[in-house]
């Protein structure tokens, strides 16, 4: 693998911080729905793993849904670091470096397990932070709704509208 030049490097860095800037974005409002709120954030998330490398990801997944927490709802900022850091490095090594002749498959398992990631990890914080088992379980709808909205949408976005092409046609810069 070559070294990747300074532009190369530049315009990755901007890709992933507006990958971040949407992430904190889609953070800082839910859609109502009876008994809570959908966080639109996994949808970015997912896309952004599915196209960049496994740091990249981790920088969209977990450094922008902490900033999104910190700036909006601070409680759970450090369960969303670890957590949809997680989930976006797992995302993306999978899309990335598994069944490389499949990748809409490749993606598709890496976000059905970081779906589970997702769910595992804010069940488990909600819990710790809110110090009750039981919150944590009348929240599990939401989580599962949340992950099965993000993973389905991110990879319909990523291969229906073909993503990783266009960012390639923008930047000339390889992002597969």
Do not use: W
């Amino acid at each position: 693998m070559k070294k990747p030049t300074a532009k190369e490097t530049t315009i990755r860095l901007t890709v992933t911080a507006l990958f971040m800037a949407i992430n904190v974005a889609l953070s800082s409002f839910g859609v109502p729905v009876p008994g809570g709120h959908l966080y639109l954030n996994d949808i970015i998330i997912c896309v952004a793993a599915i196209i960049l490398n496994p740091f990249e990801a981790f920088c969209v997944g977990g450094i922008g849904a902490f900033l999104g927490d910190f700036f909006f709802y601070p409680t759970p900022m450090f369960v969303s670091l670890v957590t949809h850091g997680l989930q976006a490095i797992v995302i993306s090594l999978f899309s990335h470096y598994v069944l490389k002749n499949k990748k809409v498959l490749a993606s598709s398992i890496g976000v059905a397990i970081g779906a589970v990631i997702m769910v595992a990890g804010y069940s488990l914080g909600r819990a710790f932070i809110y110090s009750t088992p039981e919150y944590a379980i009348l929240k599990l709808p939401y989580q599962i709704a949340q992950a099965a909205v993000g993973a389905v949408l991110g990879v319909i976005f990523v291969y229906k509208f073909k993503l990783p092409a266009l960012l390639k046609k923008i930047t000339k810069v390889n992002f597969e």
